[in-house]
């Protein structure tokens, strides 16, 4: 949340790709430590998306770079 506590049930999700296709697409709900594992494999270099919504509708949404 907005001061740092874990929150259980939120959804994670990554994607990295074009309009053709998905080099990367995953998501999962966080458990109760505010934890997700996400298998990602980029192949190639460019913007790795994400996203988390909490139950309220809230969203964080960022990119990193993939060398």
Known sequence: D???NPIE???FAVWKGDKDRDEVLSNRYTDR??????PVSAQT???L????KD????TK????AVK
Not at 55 to 58: A, F, R, T
Not at 61 to 64: D, P, T
């Open 55 to 58: 139950h309220l509708g809230n």
């Open 33 to 38: 430590y505010g934890r997700a594992t996400l």
């Open 49 to 52: 998306h994400y996203s988390v």
């Open 2 to 4: 907005e001061i740092g």
């Open 61 to 64: 949404v960022g990119s990193l």
């Open 45 to 47: 270099p460019g913007t």
């Open 9 to 11: 049930g939120a959804r």
